[in-house]
C-alpha cells in the first residue's frame, strides 16, 4: 500500500470514529387550531459534542398519517446548535384543514389519529461538510368525542373542585 491510500484510509477511519450530535424528537403536540389549519409542534432535543456552536442548514419534514403525507417542509436556517451542550429546537407542522377533512374517513372507530413524523436535520460540521441526522417519531392524537366536548367543562370543574378541597379543607362548607 502506497503512502496516500495509508492517508485515505487513516482520515477515513478517523471521520468514521469521530463524535457526531445526536439528535431525538422528544414530544409532538397540537399547538393551534385556526382558520387556516392545525399547527403541531414537535420538540427536537440535539446533542452538539463540539467546543463550537454548529449552524443548523435547515430542516426537512414530512407528517405522515394512513401512509399518506399529509404536510411536507421546509424549514431554512433554523440558527445554531449551542457548544458542547443540548439545544432545543421547536418544528413546527401546518396541516391545512382540507386535509384533515379526507383523514375523517381513516378515523375509525378508535377516534384517533395515528401520525409518523419524518425529519431530516441539516448540519454543517468544519472539515466533513453537511450531513442529515434522520430522525422518525410516531404516535396518536385522540380526537374528543361529542360527549367529551359536552361533559368535558363539568368534569374539569368537578376534577378541580375536588383538588381545591382536598388542598385546604377549611373552605369546605357542610350543609
Do not use: Q
Not at 397540537?30 to 403541531?40: A, E, M, N, T, Y
Not at 407542522?93 to 436535520?121: F, M, N, Q
Amino acid at each position: 500500500m502506497d503512502l496516500i491510500d495509508k492517508a485515505k484510509n487513516f482520515v477515513s477511519e478517523k471521520v468514521a470514529n469521530m463524535e457526531k450530535p445526536e439528535a431525538t424528537i422528544t414530544d409532538v403536540d397540537l399547538k393551534r387550531i385556526g382558520f387556516d389549519g392545525v399547527s403541531f409542534h414537535a420538540k427536537v432535543s440535539v446533542k452538539n459534542p463540539y467546543s463550537v456552536p454548529i449552524p443548523i442548514m435547515e430542516i426537512d419534514y414530512v407528517l405522515k398519517s394512513a401512509s399518506r403525507v399529509i404536510a411536507s417542509g421546509r424549514i431554512p436556517d433554523p440558527g445554531n446548535l449551542k457548544a458542547n451542550d443540548s439545544t432545543m429546537l421547536d418544528v413546527p407542522v401546518k396541516v391545512p384543514h382540507s386535509v384533515l377533512i379526507s383523514l375523517a374517513r381513516d378515523i375509525g372507530g378508535d377516534w384517533d389519529v395515528d401520525y409518523t413524523l419524518e425529519l431530516g436535520l441539516i448540519i454543517d460540521l468544519p472539515v466533513i461538510g453537511n450531513i442529515t441526522i434522520p430522525l422518525s417519531y410516531s404516535g396518536e392524537y385522540k380526537l374528543p368525542t361529542l360527549s367529551d366536548l359536552w361533559k368535558g367543562g363539568k368534569e374539569e370543574e368537578k376534577k378541580k373542585e375536588e383538588e381545591e378541597e382536598k388542598e385546604d379543607p377549611s373552605k369546605v362548607v357542610e350543609i
